[in-house]
T-cell receptor
Framework: GQQVMQIPQYQHVQEGEDFTTYCNSS?????IQWYKQRPGGHPVFLIQ?????EVKKQKRLTFQFGEAKKNSSLHITATQTTDVGTYFC??????????FGAGTQVVVTP | NAGVTQTPKFQVLKTGQSMTLQCAQD?????MSWYRQDPGMGLRLIHY???????DQGEVPNGYNVSRSTTEDFPLRLLSAAPSQTSVYFC????????????FGPGTRLTVT
């Protein structure tokens, strides 16, 4: 079945630095979604990528969908303390089933 | 709109007890689902529903029952609680299938002793 893997599991970042989290699927995806969960909160939708090679930006966040539609990345520039939380990717297979990765927990050091 | 609501926020059960986690949405979404979140394991799908009267199993359905009698409500029943069911449970809804943005409820933190 479909497997969505996310790396790294943990990311410690100094405030102001950049970092990237990666999402890889064992099968081709129809789309990929990214969510953010603040500590103690619930996942909140950030963005959806649908097209092969698609790149979308939200302020300091850049999302990319791979050419083969089997991987994705989230790059955050100039990390701020408000970026703390866990970032999940979720891939949809050809049957419309959504599977979440295990998430990347981001800790920001001032 | 209240969005997706869940009750209770916290619950402690003894092994063998049963209970129902409530979930309701007021967005007229057809697709609703239940996830459990455990440390290091992300969100795992328990059960989902593509519309009133239609439910199906997800990745980890054992020990849980669901029903969907209305578009708005999607309760999750624990039949005989076990310590392995200690987790945070999230209900989510979306316009249709997994292709669309998922709206999550605030979660229920369940401890089984």
């Amino acid at each position: 079945g479909q497997q969505v893997m996310q790396i790294p599991q943990y990311q410690h970042v100094q405030e102001g630095e950049d970092f990237t989290t990666y999402c890889n699927s064992s099968t081709t995806l129809s789309n990929i979604q990214w969510y953010k969960q603040r500590p103690g909160g619930h996942p909140v939708f950030l963005i959806q990528l649908v097209k092969s090679g698609e790149v979308k930006k939200q302020k300091r966040l850049t999302f990319q969908f791979g050419e083969a539609k089997k991987n994705s990345s989230l790059h955050i520039t100039a990390t701020q303390t408000t970026d703390v939380g866990t970032y999940f990717c979720a891939g949809t297979d050809s049957w419309g089933k959504l599977q979440f990765g295990a998430g990347t927990q981001v800790v920001v050091t001032p | 709109n209240a969005g997706v609501t869940q009750t209770p926020k916290f619950q402690v059960l003894k092994t063998g007890q049963s209970m129902t986690l409530q979930c309701a949405q007021d967005m007229n979404h057809e697709y609703m689902s239940w996830y459990r979140q455990d440390p290091g394991m992300g969100l795992r799908l328990i059960h989902y529903s593509v519309g009133a009267g239609i439910t199906d199993q997800g990745e980890v359905p054992n020990g849980y029952n669901v029903s969907r009698s209305t578009t708005e409500d999607f309760p999750l029943r624990l039949l005989s609680a076990a310590p392995s069911q200690t987790s945070v449970y999230f209900c989510a809804s979306s316009y249709s299938t997994g292709v669309y943005e998922q709206y999550f409820g605030p979660g229920t933190r369940l401890t089984v002793t």
